[in-house]
């Protein structure tokens, strides 16, 4: 079926650094996705969205890419932070007017100071 | 936005007892969904949990296992009945709020259950 992946499931970065986390959809039906951060021990935490008209949105240290034409989206974080450790997951939303997103598998972003 | 209690937030169970959990939202919201999330892994949805009838349960979650309540606009109890080690994972409560139309879930902390 069709589904949301991931490319890489650890990521190191160096504290100041810029992060880019990855993210694969196959599913072209889907008209919006959205990234969510989970830091340990609590729950999803919603970061940035994006529908499927655009190509990239922007918001404070964060950009959301989205290519269609390879189903590739993608969450580039500036200036990277300890802070930023956590794990990242992309979501799409189901078509056909659900508002239940389906998530994909999640990568772990480890900031070293 | 919205804030969401969960109680417990983390028990440990002995296999073949149930657990209920609760899950309490400050403001009255349309939609409400339960996840799982297994160790290491993304989150599955078990259900949604519909005000004043049974919920919708996703493919490979049951109501005799999973049995869910919706008793209003700001609570939801989900239970996990006859607990195997398998069952061992974060259950998390999430609500949609009305009006916003975007998809945007909000997240309670989850309850961390370990089935031994």
């Known amino acids: 079926g069709e589904s949301v992946g991931l490319h890489l499931p650890t990521l190191s970065v160096q504290e100041g650094d810029n992060s880019i986390i990855n993210c694969a959809y196959s599913?072209?039906?889907?008209?919006?996705f959205i990234w969510y951060k989970q830091e340990s021990g609590k729950g999803p935490q919603f970061i940035i969205d994006?529908?499927?008209?655009?190509d990239k949105r922007q918001g404070q240290r964060v950009t959301v890419l989205l290519n269609k034409t390879v189903k590739h989206l993608s969450l580039q974080i500036a200036a990277t932070q300890p802070g930023d450790s956590a794990v990242y997951f992309c979501?799409?939303?189901?078509?056909?007017?659900?508002?239940?997103?389906?998530f994909g598998r999640g990568t772990s972003l480890i900031v070293h100071p | 936005s919205a804030v969401i209690s969960q109680k417990p937030s983390r028990d440990i169970c002995q296999r073949g007892t149930s657990l209920t959990i609760q899950c309490q939202v400050d403001?009255?919201?349309?939609?409400m969904f339960w996840y799982r999330q297994q160790p290491g892994q993304s989150l599955t949805l078990i259900a949604t949990?519909?005000?004043?009838?049974?919920?919708?349960?996703e493919s490979g979650f049951v109501i005799d296992k999973f049995p869910i309540s919706r008793p209003n606009l700001t609570f939801s109890t989900l239970t996990v009945s006859n607990m195997s080690p398998e069952d061992s994972s974060i259950y998390l409560c999430?609500?949609?709020?009305?009006?916003?139309?975007?998809?945007?879930?909000?997240f309670g902390e989850g309850s961390r259950l370990t089935v031994l």
């Open positions: 999430s609500v949609e709020i009305q009006g916003a139309g975007t998809g945007e879930l909000f």
């Open positions: 599913n072209s039906a889907s008209d919006y």
């Open positions: 994006i529908r499927s008209n655009m």
């Open positions: 979501a799409e939303k189901k078509g056909g007017g659900s508002y239940i997103p389906t």
């Open positions: 403001s009255q919201v349309t939609m």
């Open positions: 949990a519909n005000q004043g009838s049974e919920a919708t349960y």
